[in-house]
């Protein structure tokens, strides 16, 4: 588990952070809050960074380091050895939510889903105008017959 955030350089709003030993360290689950363009989103892909063990592309530059409970330390130089994070943000519901129109409670879950849930509107699409070409085509034949 991650107890504090030593440092985070060139990430986003953090150009160079260092954990105050006034701050409390991070517990097993955390809401991070604050004000607009505060870095509550930055904080969090710094953490994602840690999911997805690999340093955001927007972020080349970056460098942090962790401090875990059991003492030892994650960096952004090594995210082979990074702890198990799980994080929901604005990047995670892009990412694995979309909304369908016809019914606005109903959401898709996750980027394969969403790909399918695309290949499937492109179908309805296709077929739709298919039927309005099969209509016109049988109206005009029924008017030949007239």
Known sequence: MIKRIKRIKKFGIFHDFRWDDNLP????????YGWNYSGKTTLSRVFQTLEKKKLNAAYAEAHFQLLTEDGSEVSSADLSVSPTVRVFNRDYVEANFTEDYAAPSIFIVGEKNIELEEQLEQLIKRRTRFEKYEDNFLKKKESNYK
Not at 25 to 32: G, P, T
């Open 25 to 32: 360290e991070f517990d097993q689950f955390n809401l991070i």
